[in-house]
């Protein structure tokens, strides 16, 4: 199986951090003064770091990979230190990877190596994402006036991102609405208040594989369907600022200048932020 990896060159990575914030999986750190790769599981080789290390230190390789092996991550992680390890574990915790998380506990403790005191006799099937803890929302009732009926603003289909033909009729010189899976479920007049007079797509930048593909077409929507705007919406868990991040890099890859705005929903379904950036 084919595989692109990200290769850091530590002798050219002077730690200057501008590489981190625009590695969308979350899968960079700056630890011990050097860029670390804390976890190639999460890597999805799209390449969004490479032209952001003013070094040079940071390479894609394409390689026939195996299979995703715990161990021998380790393997490779603990030669990093304490601080690479515990960065390791928090993101395998972080990302509700329980299963990793219990291979590599079960391999430092094999090998005499220190286990993180947040980490010892601790329950492992009750930790993850910040964003995907269950939370119970409360809110009071409201009945809408007899007859009253909302109509749907959508006006076209498909729109999950994967599915959607990025120079469809629909997107010529659209405003487009780019939304997070959960934005429409949390906010109770989506339609009315945001989607109404744009085009929709939606995906889940924390589940959905081949991000490249959605980079790819988001350009192809600027730059070949002309849109003339682009509205992000996003949830307020860390996970999500993924898609955002995907739209500025698709603007920048198009190679035009359109106006970009963001609308940030938090858990209770209430706006947190709507600014132009």
Known sequence: MKRKIVQIDEAKCDGCGVCVPNCVEGALQIIDGKARLISDLFCDGLGACLGHCPQGAITIEEREAELYDERKVMDYIVKGGQNVILAHLKHLQDHNEIKFLKEALEYLNENNIPVPDYLQNKTLHHVGCPGSRNQEIKKSVVAFESGEKRNSQLTHWPIQLHLINPTAVHFHNADILLAAD???????DFHYDFLNGKKLAIACPKLDTGKEIYLKKLSMMIEEANINSL????????????????????????GKDIPLKVVVISIQGEVMMEDEI
């Open 231 to 254: 509205t992000v919406m996003i949830m307020e868990v860390p996970c999500c600022r993924g898609l955002l991040q995907l739209a500025q890099q698709a603007i920048q890859l198009s």
């Open 182 to 188: 959960c934005c429409a479920f949390s906010y109770g």
